[in-house]
């Protein structure tokens, strides 16, 4: 057994992981942290914006896998395109909501 030091929002945490998996935790740790630098400073504290990353992530995640498994889709029209991103929009509003509730 192993373990990594990640650096995730300018503090430092103890991770084990399985030999040889060293480098691999540390890239995720990475982009957790490049997460949050990314969302900036969003008045909420530490455990909610680490949750937020994580949704975020797992938005990702989702996507690319949904991307992977299903067909290729025919090329949308302006309309379709502008109402994707409108609901991917919705989505990440409605997280930022519940993120804020107290």
Same mark, same amino acid.
Request: charge should be negative.
């Given at each position: 057994?192993?373990?990594?030091? /990640?650096?995730? !929002?300018?503090?430092?945490?103890?991770? $084990?992981?399985?030999?040889?998996?060293?480098?691999?935790? =540390?890239? /995720? !740790?990475?982009?957790?942290?490049?997460? /949050?630098?990314?969302? !900036?400073?969003? !008045?909420?504290?530490?455990? +909610? +914006? *680490? *949750?937020? $990353? =994580? *949704?975020?992530? =797992?938005?990702?995640?989702?996507?690319?896998?949904?991307?992977?498994?299903?067909?290729?889709? =025919?090329?949308?029209?302006?309309?379709?395109? $502008?109402?994707?991103?409108? +609901?991917?929009?919705?989505? /990440?509003?409605?997280?930022?909501? *519940?993120?804020?509730?107290?």
């Amino acid at each position: 057994m192993s373990e990594v030091t /990640l650096s995730i !929002g300018g503090k430092d945490y103890a991770v $084990a992981c399985g030999d040889g998996e060293e480098e691999h935790v =540390a890239k /995720l !740790g990475a982009s957790i942290d490049a997460k /949050l630098t990314a969302m !900036g400073d969003t !008045g909420v504290n530490e455990s +909610r +914006r *680490l *949750l937020f $990353a =994580a *949704l975020l992530l =797992a938005d990702e995640v989702v996507e690319l896998k949904a991307r992977t498994e299903a067909p290729a889709p =025919a090329p949308a029209e302006d309309g379709e395109t $502008a109402s994707s991103l409108e +609901r991917m929009a919705d989505r /990440l509003e409605s997280c930022a909501s *519940l993120l804020e509730k107290p």
